[in-house]
T-cell receptor, first 115, second 115 residues
């Protein structure tokens, strides 16, 4: 079955704290892609990262980093030194052959960063 | 255009009326997707276009929903005889190609309210 689980519905942190958003996926395919998107209060989804299943290297982009672990089927997202502007809903998504042309999105994690 | 555009940004209609939602993808993008996001929920896949054809309509919730794409560009999502449960944000996305792993870029959405 093709599935993306974001178990954390809401997270609240104080500015400058580090925060990790969890994403666990299920797929029977060996070739697949994982994504993270950010949806700020304005509503428009913003693409953050794409990772294919053959590349397990962790990635860092400024204050953002991603930890891809095939052994645990997880693709977690960490924000270091969080800022108020990071407040948003974050979606993890999966694209695989089973899903055809669909990309399956998790339910999202709402992050509140307080000043 | 520079990004995906959608119109109208907001639509309020009465139950039983038909509505048309428009999506203008990024220039040159061959794949186009429609999603629905109910309040506080994740993204629900509706339909995918590759060029003018729709290889995957599996997400359309009922025969009241239809979509077309002409000239490989603009797409229209039509909801006939709207119901209150159709109230949601309708998101459109495009990608340079269809198929596995292509990054989708989203428009700002159309917020539909059915009274």
């Amino acid at each position: 079955a093709q599935k993306v689980t974001q178990a954390q519905t809401e997270i609240s942190v104080v500015e400058k704290e580090d925060v990790t958003l969890d994403c666990v996926y299920e797929t029977r395919d060996t070739t697949y892609y994982l994504f993270w998107y950010k949806q700020p209060p304005s509503g428009e989804l913003v693409f953050l990262i794409r990772r294919n299943s053959f590349d397990e290297q962790n990635e860092i982009s400024g204050r953002y980093s991603w930890n891809f672990q095939k052994s645990t089927s997880s693709f977690n997202f960490t924000i270091t030194a969080s800022q108020v502007v990071d407040s948003a809903v974050y979606f993890c998504a999966l694209s695989d052959h089973t899903g055809g042309f669909k990309t399956i999105f998790g339910a999202g994690t709402r992050l509140f960063v307080k000043a | 255009g520079a990004g995906v555009s959608q119109s109208p940004s907001n639509k309020v209609t009465e139950k039983g009326k038909d509505v048309e939602l428009r999506c203008d993808p990024i220039s040159g993008h061959t794949a186009l997707y429609w999603y629905r996001q109910s309040l506080g929920q994740g993204l629900e896949f509706l339909i995918y276009f590759q060029g003018n054809s729709a290889p995957d309509k599996s997400g359309l919730p009922s025969d009241r929903f239809s979509a077309e794409r002409t000239g490989g560009s603009v797409s229209t999502l039509t909801i006939q005889r709207t119901q209150q449960e159709d109230s949601a944000v309708y998101l459109c996305a495009s990608s340079s190609e269809g198929g596995l792993g292509n990054t989708q870029y989203f428009g700002p959405g159309t917020r539909l309210t059915v009274l």
